[in-house]
């Protein structure tokens, strides 16, 4: 499995696997990305701990209106995460933050 962090407010958009951009149709489903119940705060800001399965190699985010559930008016309005990262590097990530809370608490 491969992890990345997503600030609140964004969302997943396209995904690219080894052969280009991901296609359901080739593999019959879509990729594997879970949001976990871990969470860290940076500068103010809430930020996800997201899996995603081993074939996945980058993610499209988008950012999100919360208010009106389409793509918020911003400067940046989407980013490609080409560095996903290994469990050992989220755990550290996890470990060194100013604070980390579990959703489910």
Do not use: H
């Not at 997943?12 to 594997?32: C, D, M, S, T, Y």
């Not at 389409?70 to 995460?81: D, E, G, H, K, Y």
């Not at 100013?98 to 489910?104: D, G, H, I, R, V």
């Amino acid at each position: 499995m491969k992890y990345f962090f997503l600030s609140e407010g964004w969302s997943i958009g396209r995904v690219w696997e080894f052969g280009g951009l991901w296609n359901e149709g080739a593999w019959q489903r879509k990729p594997q990305i879970e949001q976990t119940n871990l969470c860290i705060l940076e500068n103010n800001e809430r930020l996800w701990l997201y899996r995603v399965e081993e074939a996945v190699i980058m993610v499209e985010v988008k950012a999100i209106d919360p208010e009106l559930n389409r793509p918020a008016s911003r400067s940046i309005t989407n980013v490609v995460l080409k560095r996903l990262i290994t469990a050992e590097q989220a755990i550290e990530l996890l470990c060194k933050a100013e604070t980390c809370f579990n959703k489910a608490n």
